[in-house]
């Protein structure tokens, strides 16, 4: 049996193993955020700015389920860890203030500490030292407050449009800028903050992140440049976004680039940020490789 394949199998025997113990547990989360969820994926989820929500929570829950056999094996005999008592109080208490005052970011957060309590008072110390990162990949799920993205967003829109005008200029077309502003041909496009926000920098950040910990490379050299790599390659996946949604634009019309802005740009974004991962560590492969022939 392939290597994948025993992790999962190993990870699925456990989960049934503990599931007679857990099934209370299970109800009472799916209680209390069964309303949250159903508010985030009809609310914030269904908007581009935020439509990342739905790809974290189900990659950190497969993050939790592949490392569940390990969890529970350096786990097994731990005493529940009597901290985790205060972090289901804080959790609780930012579930009732999210809930009650409408404060979605509240509801999110406290969905991932009450999970964090619940590992703690279940299996100990060692839980959240194996599923540290599913913990933190799932902060990202959390908006970040309105007047820190705003006072942060536009220089980086300035940044990409910047960008998107010199590369087309080069390559000939009619283009010119004001602000944020790109006129291309006889259409004019504002990119916005879905286009190259700081919430969508934040987005390519975990995807890199999460590239990382799967793919678990033992060169450090190769693991720490990849990491500081991520945000120019963050970057120039927005770029590359809005270059495509202007050449849209141009070629067929303000309507297509509408469609296109809706209906494929995301896509577009998370594709791009990936092949550009991938190959910078195939390149950081080749090189480390290279140095060490």
């Known amino acids: 049996m392939e290597p994948t394949l025993a992790v999962r199998h190993n990870s699925l025997d456990a989960l049934k193993a503990v599931l007679p113990d857990w099934w209370p547990v299970l109800l009472g989360m799916l209680v209390l955020f069964v309303p949250t969820f159903h508010t985030l994926f009809t609310g914030l989820w269904a908007t581009e700015e935020q439509a990342h929500g739905p790809i974290i929570l189900g990659l950190s829950l497969w993050l939790m389920y592949r490392n569940w056999s390990a969890m529970m094996a350096r786990t097994e005999g731990q005493p529940p860890l009597a901290a985790g008592w205060v972090m289901l109080g804080a959790g609780l208490l930012l579930y009732i203030l999210g809930r009650s005052q409408g ?17 703690m008072l279940k299996c100990g110390r060692g839980a959240l030292r194996v599923q540290w990162f599913a913990f933190f990949f799932m902060l990202f799920m959390v908006p970040l407050p309105g007047p820190v993205v705003s006072m942060l967003t536009m220089p980086m829109k300035m940044a990409v449009s910047w960008a998107t005008e010199h590369i087309l200029f080069a390559l000939g077309y009619p283009i010119a800028r004001s602000g944020v502003i790109l006129q291309v041909g006889q259409y004019q496009l504002l990119v916005a903050d879905a286009c190259a926000g700081l919430q969508t920098l934040l987005t390519l950040e975990a995807l890199g992140l999460f590239y990382l910990n799967v793919v678990r490379h033992s ?27 202007s050449l849209v634009t141009y070629y067929m019309g303000d309507a297509a680039g509408q469609g296109f802005l809706h209906g494929f740009a995301g896509m577009v974004l998370f594709v791009t940020a990936l092949v550009l991962i991938i190959g910078v560590d195939s390149f950081l492969q080749w090189f480390v490789k290279w140095r060490n022939s």
Do not use: D, H, K
């Open 103 to 119: 404060i979605i970011a509240f509801e999110i957060l406290s969905f991932v500490v009450l999970l964090a309590a619940v590992l």
């Open 219 to 245: 060169s450090t050299f190769r693991n720490v440049t990849l990491a500081t790599l991520i945000i120019p390659i963050s970057f120039t996946a927005n770029v590359i976004r809005v270059i495509t949604l």
